[in-house]
């Protein structure tokens, strides 16, 4: 017990505070030392370019899964989400460059939209959002199948700058999802409304004790996880060139990963963005590093779950001590 | 969610007419699908397809079956999936004979056993939650999953296999039998024993539990024991079904499952719960699927139609313990 205080005293407070947010950095720090035994290319400014150029996808997605989970509950419909959203995306531009900004437009308003959908049907029918959004999720796997059975249109080739282009040395895409995540990050700490996210995820009942809207929290956090998502099938529409009614079927349970990675509770009311984005970070570093170790893809789940088990496990210590 | 679970209205009330609905309200939604399905297509109530429904019915049920001990425990288990998937590898891993079903019966038990103690582990020593603890496990089973076959399994189901999972006795066919066993000695472990009692308490109020000297963690280990157990049940008659195998077997298990409780009023925040409301759940789930196959509806309309049912089941049946949320 005493050993358990010394150690605690030995810590610096900002450490304390930001747990798993300084065990996701060591983790990353890790990685970059593998990293540099095992290849010189992998510590260069460019491959740090094009890491953060892979993360663009799923720190978008986790970005608004965050949201939802720091209120308490979760967003299964993301994949479904960001399968309609670049099926859309490259089915209604269809090549014509005239159209792409109301497209982009009409996309990232019915991604909200769907999410708005998402907290009325939660708090109207009370039902637990895990399932609102699982038959969600199918409703929209079945929409996007109605428009498109396989890959559909095109997108010009101007539009393939958000996922390739470079202002600055910056790539475009990856900026703007670490803009949308400082921005996120003001509006929780600084908005009433943003603070009430936490307050609801850590105790509903007080929440609705002292008179929160649990409503309109909802409707803020899962409008955000559609907006993300939303983005995120601008982004892989843009990637590919072309929209594909499975291309997100993959991002439900992964947006899971870099939540917690970064320090967001899965009961809710403790977390934040700018973890989740360094999660991102690290599970795309991890990919990168297997990659230059020739580990096969296979290999490469096996070590994704010992990450998260290890992550998860260490955290949870760390908790307790407190 | 709050209020509920303090002031639990005493046993006498609910045998009143409206909680009896409540209740069992389910068990008459089931009739009334299969009634529909008769009215909109005479080859529905067919003995033939009666049977060949209990055929799809059986994997999923024995998978919803584990799933109920998890959730009445307060938790989630999204590694069932991954564990069929698993267990129907193993099932084709050796030469196709049946003299190597005593084998693939002992390995799978190996992996099944490892699979629920890690995510019992995870759950109650680590305090990870349920959600991530067993989606982290069902990676790591996919994983090496891949990395044993790599990325193609091949290989043939033993005969034995494929008359568990596809064969019929007078119509009946084996897989249900199995469940009806599964079922009937479960019922009466969660129903009729003092071990059930106590999941029921440790899902109910951890704290209760606590107080009443109940070791927890082992009661909650043990129920995600049963759920891997009972996922590799399922996967092995499922692999016996589909006859061959690939690193999908038992995909979308894990969701309908949890559906398939939920439809059948187990609780999603512990405590409450029944082998037969999961066991009608996923009756619920097999006939709207196999109805909606015979109306010809395409594959889109189908999961929209999931989709919809999945919210207004749990609409209609989760509302009043939610009521305060």
Redesign the interface.
């Given at each position: 017990m005493t050993a358990a205080l010394a150690i605690r005293a030995a810590v610096p407070w900002w450490l304390r505070s930001n747990a798993a947010l300084a065990g996701v950095i060591v983790l990353i720090g890790i990685v970059y030392g593998i990293g540099a035994s095992v290849s010189d290319r992998f510590l260069t400014l460019a491959n740090l370019l094009n890491v953060i150029e892979q993360t663009t996808d799923l720190a978008l997605v986790s970005i608004g899964q965050t949201l939802t989970v720091l209120a308490g509950g979760i967003d299964l419909s993301v994949g479904s989400l960001i399968s309609l959203a670049s099926c859309l995306t490259s089915g209604l531009i269809n090549g014509n460059p005239d159209r792409v900004v109301p497209v982009v437009i009409a996309v990232l308003l019915l991604g909200t939209l769907v999410g708005l959908v998402n907290a009325g049907l939660v708090v109207t029918l009370r039902v637990h959002p895990l399932i609102v959004t699982l038959g969600m999720g199918a409703i929209l796997q079945g929409v996007t199948l109605l428009y498109a059975l396989g890959p559909v249109g095109r997108v010009p080739r101007g539009f393939s700058f958000l996922a390739y282009g470079r202002i600055a040395g910056l790539p475009v895409g990856a900026t703007l999802a670490v803009t949308l995540c400082m921005l996120i990050a003001l509006l929780l700490r600084y908005l009433p409304l943003g603070r009430q996210v936490y307050a609801l995820g850590d105790d509903a009942n007080s929440a609705r004790l002292v008179g929160l809207r649990r409503g309109r929290i909802l409707m803020l956090v899962h409008g955000c996880s559609g907006f993300c998502c939303a983005a995120t099938g601008l982004y892989l529409a843009a990637r590919f060139g072309v929209g594909q009614p499975y291309t997100g079927v993959n991002y439900t349970l992964a947006s899971i990963t870099p939540v917690v990675l970064g320090g967001t509770v899965l009961s809710g009311g403790r977390g934040g963005v700018v973890g989740t984005l360094f999660g991102a970070f690290l599970m795309s570093l991890l990919n990168n590093l297997l990659n230059f170790m020739d580990v096969s893809k296979h290999y490469q789940l096996v070590a994704q779950a010992l990450i998260i088990i290890l992550a998860v496990s260490i955290y949870v210590e760390r908790r307790r001590m407190e | 969610?709050?209020g509920s679970a303090e002031f639990a209205r005493p046993v006498g009330a609910s045998w009143q007419a409206r909680a009896l609905l409540g209740r069992y309200g389910i068990a008459l939604v089931l009739p009334a699908l299969l009634g529909l399905g008769g009215v909109l297509s005479p080859a529905f109530i067919s003995a033939g397809n009666l049977s060949n429904l209990l055929l799809q019915f059986a994997p999923l049920a024995i998978v919803a079956i584990g799933q109920s001990f998890v959730m009445i425990v307060r938790g989630l288990d999204?590694s069932v999936a991954s564990m069929m998937a698993t267990a129907a590898v193993v099932a084709t891993s050796f030469s196709g004979a049946d003299r190597d079903v005593p084998g693939i019966f002992a390995v799978t038990a190996v992996v099944a056993i490892a699979v629920g103690l890690l995510n019992g582990f995870?759950v109650t020593k680590?305090?990870?939650?349920p959600?991530?603890?067993t989606?982290?496990?069902?990676?790591?089973l996919?994983?090496?999953r891949?990395?044993y076959t790599?990325?193609a399994p091949s290989g043939n189901v033993p005969p034995l296999l494929r008359v568990l999972g596809s064969a019929k006795l007078y119509g009946i066919p084996y897989n249900a039998l199995v469940l009806l066993g599964l079922a009937v000695v479960l019922g009466i472990v969660l129903h009729r024993s003092a071990f059930g009692r106590r999941i029921f308490i440790v899902g109910g109020n951890p704290v209760t539990g606590r107080l009443f000297g109940i070791r927890s963690d082992l009661v909650t280990i043990a129920c995600y024991l049963i759920s891997s157990a009972l996922a590799a049940v399922a996967g092995l008659i499922l692999s016996g079904y589909v006859g061959l195998v690939d690193n999908w077997v038992g995909q979308g298990y894990e969701?309908d499952s949890?559906?398939a409780c939920?439809v059948g009023r187990v609780s999603?925040s512990g405590g409450r719960g029944s082998i037969l409301g999961a066991l009608t759940g996923a009756a619920v789930i097999v006939v709207i699927a196999n109805e909606v196959l015979l109306l010809g509806v395409p594959?889109?309309?189908?999961?929209?139609?999931?989709?919809?049912?999945?919210?207004a089941a749990?609409?209609l049946y989760?509302?009043r313990e939610?009521?305060?949320?």
């Open positions: - | 969610m709050s999204l995870l680590r305090r990870v939650s959600f991530l603890a989606l982290a496990t069902m990676i790591l996919q994983g090496l891949f990395a790599q990325g969701l949890i559906v939920v999603l594959i889109q309309a189908q999961m929209i139609i999931k989709g919809v049912v999945i919210v749990a609409a989760s509302s939610t009521s305060s949320g």
